[in-house]
């Protein structure tokens, strides 16, 4: 099942935050979610699609909930 293509850019801009935040590169996150960098860098330029196995795996690396990850709640300091 593919997340259209608003939900891609609102996932995109949540791993770019993520990633900024927590001071790491594609290629760490890519490779710590079983991802090549190549994969990570199309999806975040939206040239491919995240899957929502994506997103579950980003959701547990990041320890955030996969609802932060589609936008659709804010990120709350645990």
């Known amino acids: 099942m593919s997340l259209v293509i608003s939900e891609q850019r609102v996932i995109a801009r949540r791993v770019r935050g993520l990633l900024m ?4 590169t594609q290629r760490e996150l ?3 979610i079983g991802m090549s960098e190549q994969a990570m860098s199309n ?3 939206g040239l491919k699609n995240f ?11 990041f320890d955030v909930s ?3 990850v589609l ?8």
Do not use: Q
């Not at 936008?71 to 645990?78: I, T, W």
């Open 66 to 68: 996969t609802d932060f």
């Open 71 to 78: 936008g659709r709640e804010p990120l709350e300091v645990k």
């Open 43 to 45: 999806k975040l330029r």
């Open 21 to 24: 935040a927590n001071h790491l």
């Open 30 to 32: 890519a490779e710590s």
């Open 51 to 61: 899957t929502l196995r994506d997103v579950s795996r980003i959701a547990d690396y």
